[in-house]
């Protein structure tokens, strides 16, 4: 979300603002970026729509809305009774068309040539998305929970129409950005990411392995060129995710090397994170809530 910090001295209260969000977001940004061009300025700016996800509303449905907030729960909102694959592609129209405005704002303003635009997601898709042709959902560590869209737009230093095959995290932005902008991270707290400067200007892929660990029902997973460790409860896999995109072969037994390295690589890292909180809060997709998940129950719900 696009949010000011309050000045000291000053005080802060609620705003009602009449409007449908993904709107009044998309708004609020064009405004920073004229108020940043008029001031000469620079910025940066994390903008976070958050369509498409629950509430499930689309532009015209105010209705719905209302009908939710009924309830006065926060919870509500979480309405695994509302929705569908229409609504789903309204939403994204609109936020598509707020990201259009975002971007022609920058060039109204002479900005867009040497403004950095990401488009990423934090985790992979919801109820409604098409992950194809990958498996799981976001709380989950296959590949359809990992697996998100970044879409970078530099015109100034980045070809257009290029793709690049280097495996990242969204981790990586932090030290990205800071390298673009003539920074490094500081040394007493180095970043986990890496900066994909060179990734962006057309350098060759370097190998990479990536970790994950959630809570809810003790995944963990490890993926080292194409291939991914993972764990869901007592359950462990080993897969090609680029021949197997899908994650359906387990090659744990046909490729026990390749198993224990990724298995004991994990240890390794899970032993120089912070431990798990086992009390805390987690949350993922159960067999009361989506068809497809039968027979899976949450470790735990988030208060």
Request: charged residues 20%; negative net charge; hydrophobic residues 40%.
């Amino acid at each position: 979300m696009i949010s000011a910090a309050p000045t000291c001295g000053t005080t802060t209260a609620p705003v009602a603002e009449p409007g449908y969000l993904t709107d009044l977001i998309g708004q609020h940004a064009v405004g920073m970026i004229g108020a940043y061009a008029r001031a000469d300025r620079p910025f940066f700016i994390s903008l976070h729509f958050n369509a498409p996800h629950f509430p499930w509303e689309g532009p015209d449905d105010e209705a719905e809305s209302r009908r939710i907030a009924k309830s006065h729960s926060p919870g509500e909102a979480l309405d695994f009774d509302g929705g569908s694959q229409k609504t789903f592609a309204g939403m994204v129209t609109r936020m598509d068309f707020q990201v259009g405005q975002v971007l022609q704002a920058l060039k109204t303003h002479g900005l867009d040539r040497d403004t950095i635009v990401i488009f990423t997601s934090d985790n992979g898709g919801e109820r409604y998305s098409d992950t194809w042709p990958f498996t799981g959902k976001k709380t989950e560590l296959l590949e359809g929970g990992l697996r998100i869209p970044a879409i970078v737009r530099w015109p100034g230093r980045v070809k257009p129409g290029t793709v690049s095959e280097q495996v990242m995290i969204s981790m990586d932005w932090l030290p990205t950005l800071l390298e673009a902008g003539g920074g490094a991270p500081d040394p007493a707290y180095p970043s986990d990411g890496r900066s994909l400067i060179g990734a962006l200007q057309g350098a060759a892929s370097t190998p990479r392995t990536l970790f994950w660990r959630y809570l809810n029902l003790d995944q963990e997973a490890c993926r080292d060129g194409d291939f991914k460790y993972l764990k869901i409860l007592a359950n462990t896999f080993l897969f090609n995710v680029v021949e197997d995109p899908l994650e359906r072969a387990n090659l744990k037994e046909r490729e026990p090397e390749i198993y224990q390295r990724l298995a004991a690589e994990f240890r390794v890292w899970d032993a120089q994170m912070l431990p798990l909180d086992k009390t805390s809060g987690t949350w993922g997709f159960s067999g009361a809530q989506t068809a497809d998940h039968f027979g899976v129950n949450s470790n735990r719900v988030v208060d």
